[in-house]
């Protein structure tokens, strides 16, 4: 079955600078990739996603890159605020899988003042 | 529009006993899945409903059982709870059963089993 590997399992910046929290997957069947942003007592927000057919997709401060041929993709958030801190998941599925989704272990960011 | 709802919130059980777990999925949202969380084993996936047939489903054992209705709302149950069911049961919704839909979680129902 589908294993995705996140990237580290903790980060802390500065508020203003940037972060990146990296993912691998194993299926390369696999061709919807979402992150989830989780904070303290709430459920996953969905913060974006990307699809197979794209390489690359942005949302204001946030971005999402992915490489088919390595099997990895990436988050970046630019111009952090405390606001960001929580922790973010990846996760990945595949056309056949329905709606499961492969969870990745979650990043604990923190943006510092 | 109104999200994903889940009740009860929070839950406290004992070993042996059973529970029910509802999820009202996002007006038009026809899938539902059922997520457990937990800080070991993280976010697990454990069946999908669409038009209330079960189109998938995890590697949890036969005491983890769900149905959907209808309207459909969906309901997880676990049978003879054990003290390692204790965790977040997550739900999402989404508009249909093919891969790719966006997915949208409730807040969650935290059980915990003594």
């Known amino acids: 079955g589908e294993n995705v590997e996140q990237h580290p399992s903790t980060l802390s910046v500065q508020e203003g600078d940037s972060a990146v929290i990296k993912c691998t997957y194993s299926?390369?069947?696999?061709?919807?990739f979402p992150w989830y942003k989780q904070e303290l007592g709430k459920g996953p927000q969905l913060i974006i996603d990307?699809?197979?057919?794209?390489g690359e997709k942005k949302d204001q401060r946030i971005a999402v890159t992915l490489n088919k041929t390595a099997k990895h993709f990436s988050l970046h958030i630019t111009e952090t605020q405390p606001e960001d801190s929580a922790v973010y998941f990846c996760?990945?599925?595949?056309?056949?899988?329905?709606?499961?989704?492969?969870f990745g272990t979650g990043t604990q960011l923190k943006v510092e003042l | 529009k109104a999200g994903v709802t889940q009740t009860p919130r929070y839950l406290i059980k004992t070993r042996g006993q059973q529970v029910t777990l509802s999820c009202s999925p996002i007006?038009?949202?026809?899938?539902v899945s059922w997520y457990q969380q937990t800080p070991g084993q993280g976010l697990q996936f454990l069946f999908e409903y669409f038009s209330e047939t079960q189109r998938n489903k995890g590697n949890f054992p036969g005491r983890f059982s769900g149905r959907q209705f209808s309207n459909s709302r969906s309901e997880m149950n676990v049978s003879t709870l054990e003290l390692g069911d204790s965790a977040l049961y997550l739900c999402?919704?989404?508009?249909?059963?093919?891969?790719?839909?966006?997915?949208?979680f409730g807040p969650g129902t935290r059980l915990t089993v003594t």
């Open positions: 007006s038009g949202h026809r899938s």
């Open positions: 996760a990945a599925s595949y056309t056949g899988g329905g709606n499961k989704l492969t």
């Open positions: 999402a919704s989404s508009r249909t059963a093919q891969a790719g839909f966006e997915q949208y």
């Open positions: 990307i699809r197979s057919n794209v």
């Open positions: 299926d390369s069947a696999s061709n919807y």
